[in-house]
């Protein structure tokens, strides 16, 4: 073999044989998750504090940054957004009805999926809450 093809067949050997680091993933934005159809609260854990039956509200968010849960008794509005930041993908709901008080809150996105969003509030020696919302 000539030294110029034993080169390259070297390289090309070294560089299939080198296994190849995955990049790092970016968290997903859900954004795109939650304006897709209507949501309800899986559940809803917040330490210290009487617990929130949220299983009658159907939620849906609007590309426009506007929330809505709808029960029997009519519609509560809101408003939401979603960033990523750094490595963190992040959702911000807000709703003046003092019953969802607990869901006003930037929540941290532990797991994300188009069908189910797992988020965590607080932490650092802080009281964390926890909220799941599943696709309907």
């Not at 957004?81 to 607990?102: D, I, K, L, N």
Request: charged share 20%.
């Amino acid at each position: 073999m000539k030294p110029w093809r034993s080169c390259l067949f070297l390289i090309a050997v070294f560089f299939f044989a080198c296994k190849k680091e995955k990049a790092e993933e970016l968290p997903p934005n859900v954004g795109g998750f939650l304006q897709s159809g209507t949501w309800r609260v899986r559940s809803f854990n917040q330490p210290g504090e009487e617990p929130v039956n949220f299983s009658a509200y159907a939620f849906t968010f609007d590309s426009l940054g506007r929330a809505r849960a709808t029960d029997s008794a009519g519609t509560v509005s809101g408003s939401w957004g979603s960033t990523v930041e750094g490595m963190e993908s992040r959702v911000v709901f807000q709703f003046a009805e003092p019953r969802f008080q607990g869901l006003s809150r930037s929540w941290t996105v532990l797991e994300a999926t188009a069908a189910r969003v797992d988020m965590r509030h607080g932490g650092n020696g802080g009281a964390e809450a926890f909220l799941v919302m599943e696709r309907n």
